[in-house]
């Protein structure tokens, strides 16, 4: 056997919710698992590969540098996000520094929207615009050949100091013929100590069940194209069978944007769970990133929670029809009502998220919407209403230099976290953005009763102990609780009262 050549791949971003005082969300880097399985089917053991999360991995970009110093990797694929657009800047700098030989492959959303961008700024030899797993092995084997690369569909890179773009990508038409992500290549145990995609510490198992999206929601990438490609029903088992075998993960964690996309597999997949539940495998799962409320039944509802589900989410955004239609979501509102207050039925974790500030966005319009989430029975049991942001290559973009919004600024504020209110328009200012948050939080909220005591009671009939929801609500409020009673006083106040421990999860 030959040099045994070192490729480390590489997360790039940083903290996403949370902080040093509450413990932060890290969460595997299934992408990165799926590239790390797709290379190894393709060279065998002639890589030795390094999967690493920086911002769990390491404790600073220095100790990362005495890693490079220590392991000398010969090619870095680096994955991220366009809001850590300046760390992927800064950690490509210190690898040329540290290693000027190494090759550099840029990858994730940040290269399908700004290839071009980061290979004549020469912070990438190489960007990968597609899908990972089917490039990024045949651009090693032409690199390892020596060969040209430009007949590779979907990469960018410099030839005679110019910038070369070889096309959009391919895509992989049928992804269950992907390998599984390879989760040896991460400590499993130490995610266990990590917030996960719901705020509990559970090993961890990362769910992509299809990659694509047909809806044509303006605000929203188009990173995987507008064809939904699902997994089957059987594929997705035998994922999760997998990793319970292997890792002993019975959370599962389920990322993709419209699980409920394909309503044949949706049902198949619930009933296969059921059908497998014994024998110790009695798997959780978490829809933490979407289901589509206006197209689910009472029934398919039913079937996720025979099947295990605990935890659900759905899209909102508006209330306003208006401007239901100017996103291009077309949300049937009185649908998605139902599911939610069905789903709150079930005594599962329910959360659903909205947004505000959107191009052309009125004050009455913004208040119609909070009026809206106020008319559900219950808060979300995670506070979502977000202030929008803007992604290139999103059609919102378009839409909001038509409303007369700065594209400059908008695009530089991507950068910053979601959390807080920093754009303006002529028809929502800044004061009033900052003003529909707070009304939002005192009345749904952070700061409010209603919120606490529904997230309390629901973390509590989910099965999560004292520990959990301690860590659930200092992740959220970002203050480090050390007990149940410091959660709300007035609640323990009024509980002793009436002679019911709230706190314990009974009923006012």
């Known amino acids: 056997m030959g040099h045994i050549k070192h490729l480390a791949l590489v997360e790039v971003n940083g903290p996403w919710v949370g902080g ?17 399985a797709a290379v190894r089917q393709r060279f065998g053991e002639r890589y030795k590969i390094s999967v690493i999360n920086l911002n769990f991995d390491f404790g600073s970009d220095e100790e990362f540098g005495r890693w490079l110093i220590n392991k000398r990797p010969d090619i870095v694929g680096l994955r991220g996000l366009t809001p850590y657009r300046t760390r992927f800047v800064r950690i490509s700098s210190l690898i040329k520094d540290i290693l000027p030989d190494a090759t550099i492959l840029g990858g994730g959303p940040i290269a399908a929207v700004e290839a071009e961008r980061l290979v004549k700024e020469d912070i990438v030899h190489f960007a990968v615009k597609g899908e990972g797993e089917l490039v990024t092995p045949e651009l090693m084997q032409r690199l390892e050949d020596g060969s040209p690369s430009a007949d590779i569909p979907g990469i960018v890179f410099k030839s005679r100091g110019e910038v070369v773009s070889t096309g959009e990508p391919e895509i992989i038409e049928n992804i269950d013929n992907l390998p599984m992500p390879d989760y040896s290549m991460i400590d499993v145990k130490k995610y266990s100590g990590a917030f996960s995609y719901a705020y509990n510490k559970r090993r961890q198992g990362v769910i992509v069940g299809s990659r694509g999206c047909p809806f044509k929601c303006t605000y929203c990438h188009t990173i995987h194209g507008k064809v939904a490609r699902v997994r089957s029903a059987k594929s997705l088992l035998t994922e999760m069978m997998l990793l319970f075998d292997n890792h002993g993960i019975s959370d599962f964690y389920f990322i993709e944007d419209i699980f ?20 110790g495998f009695r798997p959780r799962l978490y ?48 649908k998605t009502l139902d599911a939610i207050e069905y789903s709150i039925s079930k005594n599962i974790a329910v959360n659903y998220c909205s947004m505000y500030g959107l191009p052309t966005e009125t004050e009455d319009e913004a208040m119609e919407t909070l009026r809206f989430l106020s008319s559900i029975s219950k808060p979300s049991v995670v506070p979502m209403h977000f202030e929008l942001k803007y992604y290139q290559g999103s059609g919102i973009v378009k839409q909001a230099r038509e409303a007369g919004m700065n594209e400059i600024d908008l695009m530089t504020l991507s950068d910053s976290k979601y959390h807080f209110p920093q754009t303006t328009s002529p028809e929502l200012p800044l004061p009033k953005r900052r003003g529909i948050l707070a009304r939002f939080h005192k009345e749904r909220g952070l700061k409010s009763d209603e919120w606490v005591k529904t997230a309390l009671t629901t973390l509590r009939g989910i099965g999560w102990d004292d520990d959990d929801i301690l860590g659930f609500f200092s992740i959220l409020k970002n203050v480090k609780y050390k007990d149940l009673s410091g959660l709300w006083p007035r609640l323990n106040r009024e509980a002793k009262a009436i002679g019911r421990n709230v706190i314990a999860g009974e009923k006012v």
Do not use: C
Request: no cysteine.
């Open 20 to 36: 040093p005082e509450s413990g932060e969300v890290n969460i595997p880097p299934v992408g990165l698992l799926y590239l790390a």
């Open 260 to 279: 409920n996309i394909d309503q044949k597999r949706f049902n198949q997949f619930f009933e296969k769970i059921i059908e497998a539940r014994g024998g």
């Open 287 to 334: 829809f933490v990133n979407g289901l589509r409320g206006d197209i689910i039944s009472r029934s398919q509802i039913d079937l996720m929670v025979e099947a295990g589900t605990i935890w659900v989410l759905f899209a909102i955004e508006s209330a306003s029809p208006r401007l239901q239609k100017y996103l291009q979501k077309h949300l049937d509102l009185d």
